[in-house]
């Protein structure tokens, strides 16, 4: 199995421009989450999803937008890239809702806004 | 904000040594989680405690939670160069939304050989 998918693993953007990471798992898991990790601050959620169809507001999800539209995608899309978001991007899923299951997390996406 | 803050934020011990992570956190929880995570990689979990254990072992791995202190410890023993890497502690909410899970800002641990 390949366990949960990101792609890019490495994006430079300017700022304005617009992109989507992708994120693919291939468990069946009905939770999906996207997290944006800096220095100093751990992870933060950006979005999250209990199931195809539905989604929700993490910490952070301003200047990012998702959707569901299967069991095994949860692209994060970012409209108008600002230096602020200059992070490393990790997907993340889990069988159910997080809080009965733990998370099997993606390789991560770097992300650079100039 | 971040539900989780760990202490230290950097460890730094020799093989054979213990070592041990605290995570504090705010609001009551449902279960606490630690992860680890090696340096350019995505985080992979370790253990799971629920609101009403106390304790838990896992190979090398000791896990407590005090819900009265709101806090928990991560202890390995006997460390090996290959667990060094950041440790990560996250806590789902008991109220709201259990979709949520916040991790705390982390523990780097240094293992020297």
């Known amino acids: 199995n390949a366990g949960v998918t990101q792609t890019p693993k490495f994006q430079v953007l300017k700022t304005g421009q617009s992109m989507t990471l992708q994120c693919a798992q291939d468990m069946n898991h009905e939770y999906m989450s996207w997290y944006r990790q800096d220095p100093g601050m751990g992870l933060r959620l950006i979005h999250y999803s209990v199931g195809a169809g539905i989604t929700d507001q993490g910490e952070v999800p301003n200047g990012y937008n998702v959707s569901r539209s299967t069991t095994e995608d949860f692209p994060l899309r970012l409209l108008s890239a600002a230096p602020s978001q200059t992070s490393v991007y990790f997907c993340a899923s889990s069988p159910t809702n997080a809080g009965a299951n733990v998370l099997t997390f993606g390789a991560g996406s770097r992300l650079t806004v100039l | ?113």
């Open chain 2, 1 to 113: 904000s971040q539900q989780g803050e760990e202490d230290p934020q950097a460890l730094s011990i020799q093989e054979g040594e213990n070592a041990t992570m605290n995570c504090s956190y705010k609001t009551s929880i449902n279960n606490l989680q630690w992860y680890r995570q090696n340096s350019g990689r995505g985080l992979v979990h370790l253990i799971l405690i629920r609101s009403n254990e106390r304790e838990k072992h896992s190979g090398r791995l000791r896990v407590t939670l005090d819900t009265s202190k709101k806090s928990s410890s991560l202890l390995i023993t006997a460390s090996r160069a290959a667990d060094t890497a950041s440790y990560f502690c996250a806590t789902v909410p008991l109220s709201g939304n259990t979709g949520k899970l916040i991790f705390g800002q982390g523990t780097t641990l240094q293992v020297k050989p």
